[in-house]
C-alpha cells in the first residue's frame, strides 16, 4: 500500500519568516495530494491540493509543489504569523477505485513565534 | 465540514465495554471514513464506505466495527477486542464526484 513520509516533525520559525514541509510518497500512481491544518483539539481542515496533473498551486501566503518523478511534495507558508502554529499533515490518495482513501504522514508541529 | 457532526466528545470506556461512537453528515455525501489519531502520529484508516449497507477494512480495523444502514449516518463500535482505544476519533465524508474529505470534530475515547 501507499506509504507516506513527512518532515521535519517540528518545524519553529520566526514570525515573517517562511515555513517549509517536505512529503515523500512510495505510490507512483497516487494523484491526489491534500495538506491539512490541524489546531489544538479540533478538526483537520483542509488548506491547498495538488493533482498529479499539475506541478504547482498557490493560495495567498500557502503554495505546494509537486515532483512526480521524485515521488515528493511541499507545502510553502510565507510571511508566516503566529495563528499559522498548528499542525500540519500531507496526505495522498491513488484517486478512482480507491475510493478516495488517504494516506497521511505523521505530521509537522509548526511553531511560529512572534 | 460544518455539516458533520460526531458525539458524544468526550466518551470513557471500561475494560470489556463496547462502546459506540456518532458520524452523522447531511451533506448528502457518498463516502464516509474513520480514522484513528494517536499524540505525534498520523491518521490512520479504521473503516470506510463508499456507499449504504456496504464498507470495507481501512489499515486499522481490528477491534472495530461499523454499519452504514443510512447514508448519512456511519456509527464506528470499539469492541472489548480492542486492547489500546485511548485516541482521538475522526470521521469523515466525501462527495462522489470530490476528492476533498471533510471532516467532523471529533470523539475523544479514554479508558477508565
Known amino acids: 500500500g501507499e506509504n507516506v513520509e513527512q518532515h521535519p516533525s517540528t518545524l519553529s520559525v520566526q514570525e515573517g519568516d517562511s515555513a517549509v514541509i517536505k512529503c515523500t510518497y512510495s505510490?507512483?500512481?497516487?494523484?491526489?495530494f491534500p495538506w491539512y491544518k490541524q489546531e489544538l483539539g479540533k478538526r483537520p481542515q483542509l488548506i491547498i491540493d495538488?493533482?498529479?496533473?499539475?506541478g504547482e498551486k498557490k493560495d495567498q501566503r500557502i503554495a505546494v509543489t509537486l515532483n512526480k518523478t521524485a515521488k515528493h511534495f511541499s507545502l510553502h507558508i510565507t510571511e508566516t504569523q503566529p495563528e499559522d502554529s498548528a499542525v500540519y499533515f500531507c496526505?495522498?490518495?491513488?484517486?478512482?477505485?480507491?475510493?478516495?482513501?488517504?494516506?497521511f504522514g505523521q505530521g509537522t508541529i509548526l511553531t511560529v513565534h512572534p | 465540514d460544518g455539516g458533520i457532526t460526531q458525539s458524544p466528545k468526550y466518551l470513557f470506556r471500561k475494560e470489556g465495554q463496547n462502546v459506540t461512537l456518532s458520524c452523522e453528515q447531511n451533506?448528502?455525501?457518498?463516502?464516509m471514513y474513520w480514522y484513528r489519531q494517536d499524540p505525534g502520529q498520523g491518521l490512520r484508516l479504521i473503516y470506510y464506505?463508499?456507499?449504504?449497507?456496504?464498507?470495507q477494512k481501512g489499515d486499522i480495523a481490528e477491534g472495530y466495527s461499523v454499519s452504514r444502514e443510512k447514508k448519512e449516518s456511519f456509527p464506528l463500535t470499539v469492541t472489548s477486542a480492542q486492547k489500546n482505544p485511548t485516541a482521538f476519533y475522526l470521521c469523515?465524508?466525501?462527495?462522489?464526484?470530490?476528492?476533498?474529505?471533510?471532516f467532523g470534530p471529533g470523539t475523544r475515547l479514554l479508558v477508565l
Open positions: 451533506l448528502n455525501h457518498d463516502a
Open positions: 495538488i493533482r498529479s496533473n499539475v
Open positions: 496526505a495522498a490518495s491513488l484517486g478512482g477505485t480507491s475510493y478516495g482513501k488517504l494516506t
Open positions: 464506505s463508499q456507499i449504504v449497507n456496504d464498507f
Open positions: 505510490d507512483s500512481a497516487s494523484n491526489y
Open positions: 469523515a465524508s466525501k462527495g462522489q464526484l470530490q476528492e476533498t474529505q471533510y
